[in-house]
């Protein structure tokens, strides 16, 4: 099992009592506002929340979702996930971070963390990430990160949003294993 720590977060697996986090990420339309996803009834947070703790049972496992966890109070301020392609021998990363805890450099300490267990502890090749064009502050996040942008993809992800189907651009950014030895 994948744990990990950084100065001031613990990466810890989801378990069946995040059921709060999960709801307070996946109900605030602001947190959301840059994915495809639409707000969770409570029903639908206890399915999302089955199928991440799940996930970490398979063998092989493919989703690492995490629970973003501050060491000093042990107050968690949101989630991140790798999710491995097996057959491009890829991390995919991102994370949702709980609105009072936005601009305290949490999303780029856990992306460091994130791809450092993609290329040392899981031995990928490659890391990407996706964002919508809109959302600078994850752009920033990525190219602190490392990445590069590679692709701008014209209305590839389907949003739904309070019953409203729309399709947004999309960019992808990625880091290679061999990048890292460089820096």
Not at 44 to 66: C, G, N, T, Y
Not at 73 to 101: A, F, N, Q, S, Y
Not at 110 to 132: D, K, M, P, Q, Y
């Amino acid at each position: 099992m994948i744990v990990s720590e950084t100065e001031r977060l613990l990466l810890r697996p989801f378990c069946h009592e995040d059921l709060e986090l999960i709801l307070r990420l996946y109900t605030d339309s602001e947190i959301l506002r840059y994915t495809p996803f639409d707000i969770l009834s409570r029903e639908a947070a206890e399915l999302h929340l089955a199928k991440i703790v799940r996930d970490w049972e398979l063998d092989p496992q493919k989703s690492f979702e995490f629970v973003l966890v501050r060491k000093e109070d042990r107050e968690p301020v949101g989630r991140c996930h790798i999710l491995i392609d097996p057959e491009t021998d890829t991390g995919m990363i991102g994370w949702l971070l709980l609105k009072e805890h936005w601009g305290k450099h949490y999303a780029l300490e856990s992306g460091e963390a994130l791809i450092h267990c993609c290329f040392e502890t899981l031995g990928l090749h490659r890391v990407n990430a996706v964002c919508n064009p809109a959302n600078m502050a994850s752009r920033r996040v990525l190219e602190q990160l490392g990445l590069r942008l590679e692709a701008y993809y014209r209305k590839k992800c389907r949003y739904q949003k309070n019953g409203v189907v729309s399709w947004e651009d999309e960019l992808e950014y990625a880091r290679l294993k061999e990048d890292s030895q460089h820096d």
